[in-house]
């Protein structure tokens, strides 16, 4: 039995449309129970070649169903035996905010900008320009690695130098740029925003964001900016008055408690918290023209929003899915193909089934158990003893769990700006980094490449020190001599792969039996198959005849791999 997105039609309805839910199965006869108003309601179904179909008016969002049928409840997790609990049932999304459908599957690239590439030296930032936590910025030149001091080290990266960078980004096959903060900050890493309206001068300002945007739009990519809406930079004039007059209106936008303390990011005074019961922040971030996340939808086709999973009143996240919906809606409002994911670094699946959000960072879901997986450590360092078959477990979980319409929007990474780069946790192993990626490309979601992973970049710290930030926001090495070139075309195939496949960019994903200890799956698109295992230590594979993807050899019978992507032959 089949039940995924492209057995919906529409896949993205409005609220209070009809829509026609199919059942890929062998049973001629079944029910369709759904939920309205608080009763789980039946609907008989109707045979058709192939399965069993019906057509309901979606009136709730999210819209809860499943299938009844002669051998029990089929549901988001499989065939129950008894009616399952609502949080199994497959969940639809109606009406704004939906994905726009360039989204589905699309390959994103992420870029740090002080760290990719310099396009104009002028415009980096002296050595001691300014003070920050009351140290003096440092300037380091582009082949110093990244030291502990983070945020105050400048390597002059800017937006020029990614418009110069777009044509290697294009050949790579990046369809999504997605840029790390962009705007006035006094940090490298510009997560303590001081002017949400200006693009910082040291990254070349407006002026360079329009060059990006247009040269990206001219060659048929997009971009995504970072929106940091959770908190702003004690810099910020909104704060500094805040802190300075306690009777100002900008008082009410943060939280400060009796002591004079007030709310910040992770208790990071440097970052303090905005309070979104206030009807200041509310105009200011989310209805007024200029709110960020509407003015800048003129040069950008989407936003990922930092820490959205904190966004809330109160100095806490209370009331977060209502604060993340009505941000959607605005950037929506703005340029109605717009996408919106949140940085949820937890359990994402209350927050999206909230009808909240496009999708967002799939680390729950993906990079972390993956990673543990293949490093035999977590992302924070700590020993993990995790088999094929458990991972499986965690993968399909959170895959069903998602809403059916989001499945394909999930930005999907093994490596980020926040944790460990992929390459350092696996101690160099280029031939495991390779089963990892290609595992990325075959799982459902939109992958995402970490600037310099493709060609083989990785962080200084030695493997005792675990850490992600500072060390894994190393330089672009644009010296080609340094470049791992087989493993960048490796990515670049798998790119075309995703690309260039229905069942990759937006099949099932299904189980396939393999020898134990190999991880493998199906990715399935109407009679489209692309079958996935992977192995790390290995493993003995018997295949029927079919297309080694990766190679375009021909394969049958027995095959020995640590990882394979195949398309079977059609059955005549």
């Not at 009844?68 to 949080?87: C, M, V």
């Not at 960072?361 to 094929?388: C, I, K, N, Q, T």
């Not at 493993?539 to 005849?545: D, E, G, I, K, T």
């Amino acid at each position: 039995m089949r039940h995924d997105l492209e057995h919906l039609d529409p896949p993205f309805p409005g609220l209070g449309e009809e829509v026609e839910f199919r059942l890929e199965t062998r049973a001629r006869e079944g029910l369709f129970l759904y939920q309205r108003d608080g009763e789980v309601h039946a609907k008989p179904m109707s045979p058709f070649p192939g399965g069993l179909r019906v057509r309901v008016r979606v009136g709730e969002s999210p819209f809860r169903y499943l299938f009844r049928l002669p051998e029990g409840f089929f549901g988001s997790h499989g065939l129950e035996k008894t009616l399952p609990r609502y949080d199994r049932f497959f969940h639809l999304l109606a009406g704004p905010p939906l994905p726009p459908s360039w989204a589905l599957g699309a390959v994103f690239y992420q870029i740090f900008p002080d760290r990719f590439r310099q396009g104009r030296p002028g415009l980096a930032p002296k050595d001691g320009a300014w003070t920050l936590g009351g140290r003096p910025i440092r300037r380091k030149a582009w082949h110093e690695p990244p030291g502990p001091e983070g945020a105050l080290e400048f390597y002059g990266g800017d937006l020029f130098g990614v418009v110069e960078a777009l044509p290697y980004l294009k050949a790579l096959g990046v369809e999504v740029l997605y840029l790390t903060p962009i705007f006035q900050s006094p940090s490298s890493h510009r997560y303590d925003t001081e002017d949400y309206l200006r693009v910082d001068p040291h990254l070349g300002g407006e002026e360079a964001l329009r060059a990006l945007y247009e040269a990206l739009e001219a060659g048929g990519m997009r971009l995504v900016l970072d929106g940091v809406f959770n908190h702003v930079g004690a810099t910020h004039p909104w704060f500094r008055r805040a802190l300075e007059e306690p009777e100002s209106p900008e008082r009410g936008m943060f939280t400060f408690y009796p002591d004079g303390s007030y709310a910040s990011f992770w208790g990071v005074k440097s970052m303090p918290k905005l309070d979104y019961a206030s009807p200041l922040t509310q105009e200011r971030f989310v209805y007024a023209p200029k709110a960020p996340i509407r003015h800048w939808m003129r040069l950008c086709h989407g936003w990922r929003l930092d820490v959205a999973h904190s966004i809330g009143e109160g100095g806490t996240d209370r009331e977060n899915p209502r604060w993340l919906r009505a941000l959607a809606l605005a950037a929506k409002e703005a340029r109605e193909d717009a996408l919106v994911f949140g940085e949820l670094s937890y359990d994402t699946i209350p927050t999206l089934r909230a009808h909240t959000l496009d999708g967002a960072m799939h680390y729950a879901g993906f990079a972390h158990p993956v990673m543990a997986w293949l490093s035999g450590r977590d992302h924070e360092g700590r020993p993990v003893d995790l088999d094929a078959e458990g991972l499986w477990g965690v993968l399909f979980d959170h895959y069903a769990a998602l809403p059916l319409g989001l499945r394909q929007s999930m930005y999907t990474l093994l490596s980020s700006h926040d944790i460990p780069r992929a390459l350092w946790r696996l101690k160099g192993d280029k031939d495991r980094l390779r089963l990892a990626y290609a595992l990325l490309f075959a799982f459902p979601g939109s992958p995402a490449i970490y600037y310099g992973d493709e060609v083989g970049l990785s962080q200084p710290n030695p493997y005792g020190e675990w850490r992600g930030d500072p060390y894994c926001r190393a330089p672009f090495p644009w010296d080609e001599s340094l470049w791992d070139k087989g493993l960048l075309a490796f990515i670049q195939r798998l790119v075309a792969l995703k690309k260039g496949l229905l069942p990759l960019r937006q099949g099932s994903l299904l189980p396939l039996k393999a020898p134990k200890g190999v991880l493998a799956f199906r990715r399935r698109h109407g009679k489209e198959e692309v079958w996935a295992f992977f192995a790390p230590e290995g493993a003995r594979l018997r295949l029927p005849r079919g297309e080694d993807l990766l190679t375009g050899e021909v394969l049958e019978g027995e095959v020995e791999r640590s990882f394979l992507l195949f398309r079977p032959a059609p059955v005549s």
